[in-house]
């Protein structure tokens, strides 16, 4: 059976999203290895996990933006809407909004609690509109 193993988000240096995933939210660095883009310029592939997710958890590709399309879209991937879900538990809730904040992030509303769980929208420091739920 398949299953999701990556998704990429673009940004203007991979440093740059390692600060915010591990040094910011304390995900694992999965893999930092050099490589060779399709016109032979070198690139990096980087793949962050959150912490403990475990080996066959999807992950997350930080895709150094290339060229003046990729460069308009950083932060713009979901056209401005949700479009990555971060769980954690209910305990962790209030220290992961504090990290996210610290990280660089920006919470766009207050915490709120729906019949699915607690959650808050935030923007990665580039823009990308992510929710942060713990779930009921």
């Given at each position: 059976?398949?299953?999701?193993?990556?998704v990429t988000v673009i940004v203007p240096d991979e440093d740059d999203g390692l600060s915010f995933?591990?040094?910011?939210?304390?995900?694992d660095l999965?893999?930092?290895t050099p490589s060779v883009a399709n016109d032979g310029t070198p690139k990096r592939w980087v793949v962050v996990r959150p912490a403990g997710?475990?080996?066959?958890?999807a992950g997350i590709l930080l895709?150094?933006?290339?060229?003046?399309?990729?460069?308009?879209?950083?932060?713009t991937q979901f056209a401005g809407r949700v479009g990555l879900f971060l769980h954690v538990d209910e305990a962790t809730f209030d220290d992961m909004t504090t990290r996210i904040e610290t990280a660089g992030g920006r919470l766009?509303?207050?915490?709120?609690?729906?019949?699915?769980?607690?959650?808050?929208?935030?923007?990665?420091?580039w823009g990308n509109r992510w929710d942060l739920l713990a779930p009921a």
């Open positions: 059976m398949a299953h999701l193993a990556l995933f591990v040094d910011g939210l304390g995900f999965v893999e930092d997710a475990g080996d066959d958890a895709a150094r933006a290339r060229g003046d399309e990729q460069l308009a879209g950083i932060g766009m509303e207050p915490p709120r609690t729906e019949p699915y769980g607690r959650v808050v929208v935030f923007r990665d420091p």
